[in-house]
């Protein structure tokens, strides 16, 4: 069993950086693949990317792509989300989740553990 625990998050102008980070308990967290989902007031839960148990293979939403970038560091058992440029329609409350498979894509009935996630709210 995985717990995750997210971190980073606050508000940020329009345009700016922040860098979400992901911190997992659990001796089998590098065989995970592990993802980062978000969710808007109103909305539906929305696949932001993901990463692969080595690292070595990324995946990425449309609206996040050239913007966001995952990376992990599996000696820390942490995960994190670089968020560039961001818009206001970034806004959300994020989560990191482990997959249950090691190719879990884009649906969140795949992910095994969540965390409580972390506000970020990007201002005009």
């Known amino acids: 069993q995985v717990q995750v625990v997210e971190s980073g998050g606050g508000l940020v102008q329009a345009g700016g950086s922040l860098r979400l980070s992901c911190a997992a308990s659990?001796?089998?967290?590098?065989?995970?693949?592990m993802g980062w989902f978000r969710q808007a007031p109103g909305k539906e839960r929305e696949f932001v990317g993901s990463i692969s148990w080595s690292g070595g293979s990324t995946y990425y939403a449309d609206s996040v792509k050239g913007r966001f970038t995952i990376s992990r560091d599996n000696a820390k058992n942490t995960v994190y989300l670089q968020m560039n440029s961001l818009k206001r329609e970034d806004t959300a409350v994020y989560y990191c989740?482990?997959?249950?498979?090691?190719?879990?894509?884009?649906?969140?009935?795949?992910?095994?553990?969540w965390g409580q996630g972390t506000q970020v709210t990007v201002s005009s």
């Open positions: 989740a482990a997959g249950r498979t090691r190719i879990p894509g884009s649906v969140p009935g795949n992910y095994a553990y």
């Open positions: 659990g001796r089998t967290f590098s065989s995970y693949a």
